[in-house]
């Protein structure tokens, strides 16, 4: 079963209103979406998402709750093409929750877990053509180094994709895990699994998920109304630094202007970071996929 992570912090940080406009850019199995349906009885709901089978059961949910609400079959990268397409062009709330859901984890067939054996998959868009076997088969190994260091910030990335160029082809989640634990220190091993970065970094290549992820958190910022917040639960360290780095940026005054004794109002930063939440140790103890979880909230302020 899926649980969404920080689910009442993240609900409580958007600090919705009954009439609020609301966008999650995260549907998945609707987790978030449903209480952030709740809480808005006279307002509306856009949420996106480009898997269908989420979006299938999300509909299910929602609607016992309100009819207040569109799906969106899309990257969250068209945010504001797809709501601007609606006559939407400003929110009081934008969520993100970029952690992979556990029913795409814990259903075989979608090839994300090297826990269970199936095709090399790994596509949140079940319709794009990239998928993680092209990726395996194909890439070139000074390709497949720079993932596994730049997304998986993984040590042994050499070792392991030279281990990949000599077993190929590989066609299954667990032939690749057993080609990662084979090209790694013993020592390794014991520590966490030794595929899970390279899966990470597979997983984020094939779904472009890092740029992705920046250019809609940008639109999210140009979409929000004065008092509005957008908040992001980031997995991992990558996507936090993005996160973190976007924040910073729009929320402080320009270096340059910092000597001057008052900082013109068209100076002033039009933004104000709200702070940053980690899980309970509650939720971490009933919830193992939230332990790397990190909540961070922004507000525009003009």
């Known amino acids: 079963m899926h649980v969404s992570v920080l689910l009442k912090e993240s609900i409580n940080s958007l600090n919705l209103k009954e009439d609020s406009v609301v966008v999650d850019c995260t549907l998945g199995y609707a987790g978030h979406s449903s209480e952030i349906l709740k809480r808005i009885k006279k307002g509306y709901l856009y949420a996106f998402d480009q898997d269908c089978e989420a979006i299938n059961e999300a509909n299910k949910k929602l609607s016992k709750i309100s009819d207040n609400y569109k799906i969106i079959n899309s990257n969250f990268v068209n945010l504001k093409t797809e709501l601007n397409k609606l006559d939407i062009f400003e929110v009081d709330g934008i969520l993100y929750d970029l952690g992979v859901s556990s029913p795409q984890l814990d259903e075989k067939e979608r090839g994300f877990s090297f826990h269970q054996d199936s095709r090399l998959d790994m596509r949140m868009n079940q319709n794009q053509e990239l998928d993680a076997y092209y990726v395996v088969n194909n890439y070139d190994e000074k390709d497949l180094v720079n993932i596994f260091k730049k997304y998986g910030e993984e040590k042994y990335a050499v070792s392991i994709a030279k281990g990949i160029v000599k077993n190929r082809p590989i066609t299954t989640t667990l032939e690749l895990a057993e080609v990662i634990k084979e090209n790694v220190p013993f020592s390794y091993k014991k520590e966490k699994h030794p595929a899970r970065k390279v899966f990470q970094a597979i997983r984020i290549e094939v779904n472009d998920e890092l740029n992705v992820f920046e250019n809609s958190l940008r639109q999210a910022l140009e979409l929000i109304k004065i008092g509005g917040r957008v908040s992001v639960i980031t997995f991992h360290s990558l996507e936090d630094r993005i996160c973190k780095n976007i924040f910073d940026e729009v929320s402080k005054v320009d270096k340059n202007l910092k000597k001057l004794p008052v900082i013109p109002l068209e100076y002033q930063p039009k933004y104000k970071?709200?702070?940053?939440?980690?899980?309970?140790?509650?939720?971490?103890?009933?919830?193992?996929?939230?332990?790397?979880?990190?909540?961070?909230?922004?507000?525009?302020v003009r």
Do not use: F, Q, V
């Open 273 to 300: 970071i709200i702070g940053s939440i980690t899980p309970s140790k509650e939720e971490l103890d009933n919830n193992n996929r939230a332990r790397s979880a990190k909540l961070r909230i922004i507000e525009r």
